[in-house]
């Protein structure tokens, strides 16, 4: 049964008790939000009593906006006003051509034996230059390639020596305000070519077995230069010496080229590393201090590789008067030298006119067997062969890798160009360098053809032909950088950190492609203004807390061209320091996202070096 109706009034007095409850819970709503979203103090009268009522109209309230959404970058380095404010001077025209590890005054302190003195000799951390390396006045942008093989400004490199001293041979002439390149050489004063072509007449240097070469003593590098145009690539070097600026004038045409000597320290190579090493009158001393310049020649010539040797004492029966030595000193030389790698297990090939050929053997089977017999060289104990920063040379000979049959090739045998530089390494395939898979450098090789594509989007000037040439990689990895731009003319020195986690440097050449070992908290062994572009992978996050980002960063302004750019990747913590440093350094440049997005920590850094030179006042100063 139903219960009783209510009646009518209970009913209006309910509905005013919940209108009136509803009513105070919004305008409580109301004025709650306008206090948490703006300024609390907004919502106090002047004067307040029990009895005041706050009186909010809708046409005259002027309570506090929201405040303004900050989009300012909160994520930054720590930094000290000093560091804001550090400016770099220019330094003094003097230092225009400063090769820190290779300063001729330096040098003096050490032996001269063995030409220790040429080599390295860095500055104590004290002795550190803090200013910017000025271009000579008049400096220009050097010659497009192919043009820069055979021309170079003078004002780039302001030195009349050789042209005098090697006028004779070819090598290099003065026309007005440029010097031309005709492609000789001391014993090749017909030209590079012609000489190549005697060399090809002997050896297949066509078929893409030869991919890479090393000069020894390379001069103004001419056979470097040549050899490109038959797709062998030539690391070429040269001691800092009295033949002033050689090794300058091989960058300045666009060829690749380090400063360096044959002393008492391994060359800057892994094992294993080139087709081909050559010497034309380098007059390096082969046959002396028990073989070892050429035990170490050895160490970096891959097997079946070759070693050319032409100039004194090959041909000595028809050059003995013109080199002004006699006949009996230069057959006791060559003697010498033909037992030197005799005992290294090469075997002479050919001997014709001025040139001479030997070959490395592709395993140490029958070697083992003749050392056995001779022991000289022994064999080195097992040991690393591809440490090659501040290593002293041996007299023992490398091993090569082991092998089941004379006719296998010792570490694996590699493809012919151009097919070696995407097929997997025989360091990789053969498990030698850990971590790295097959899998993991296909992966990677892919990965550089996808960030050189991100890269041209944001510097349309690397699809450019002709806008650079000299590419440093300061942290090469796999080559992926230098692979994804084998299609360009340009070429790319890969430099792998000798404070790098896994050296990588064997795979690079094993690819067919070119590098150095070389510690970033140190000057490179190579001249001011190398490099037109410069990519810097990771390299601050490597050397945080080893050495100051300023000092790197002022050995990059050392050696990069005015106009050049550098493409830096890192960590968003390591770019904002190194962009203050570089916005010091008068370079302009713009942080950009990673080509995956903005979420990645790691970002891009584009920058470019702004053209400027000595004053021509100091210029003038320094020729009179």
Known sequence: MAGPKPSKPSIIRTNIYSLTLILFLCIFSYLFGLWQHGDPTSLLPATTSATTVVDIACSTATATAPKAIDFTAHHVAATSSEAVMKTYPLCNISY??????????????????????????????????????????????????????????????????????????????????????????????????????????????????????????????????????RNIITMSFAPRDTHEAQVQFALERGVPALIGVLAAERLPYPSRAFDMAHCSRCLIPWNQFGGIYLIEVDRVLRPGGYWILSGPPINWKKHARGWQRTKEDLNKEQTAIENVAKSLCWEKIKEKGDIAIWRKPINHLNCKTNQKLSQNPPFCPVQDPDKAWYTQMGTCLTRLPEVSSNRETAGGELAKWPQRLNAVPPRISKGTVKGITPEIFQQNSELWKKRLSYYKTMNNQLGQSGRYRNILDMNAHLGGFAAALIDFPVWVMNVVPAEAKINTLGVIYERGLIGTYTNWCEAMSTYPRTYDLIHADSVFSLYKDRCETEDILLEMDRILRPEGGVIFRDDVDELVKVKRIIDALKWQSQIVDHEDGPLEREKLLFAVKLYWTAPAEEAASKSS
């Open 96 to 229: 225009s051509e400063y090769t820190p590890c290779q300063d001729g005054k330096r040098s003096l302190k050490f032996s001269r034996r063995r030409l220790i003195y040429r080599e390295r000799h860095c500055p104590a951390k004290n002795e550190l230059l803090k200013c910017r390396v000025p271009a000579p006045y008049g400096y220009r942008n050097p010659f497009a390639w192919p043009t820069s093989r055979d021309l170079v400004w003078y004002a780039n490199v302001p030195h009349k020596e050789l042209t005098v001293e090697k006028a004779v041979q070819n090598w290099i002439r003065y026309e007005g305000d440029r010097f031309r390149f005709p492609g000789g050489g001391t014993m090749f004063p017909n030209g590079a070519d012609a000489y190549i072509d005697d060399i090809g007449k002997l050896i297949n240097l066509n078929d893409g077995s030869i991919r890479t070469a090393i000069d020894t003593g390379c001069g103004v590098a001419s056979w470097g230069a040549y050899l490109l145009s």
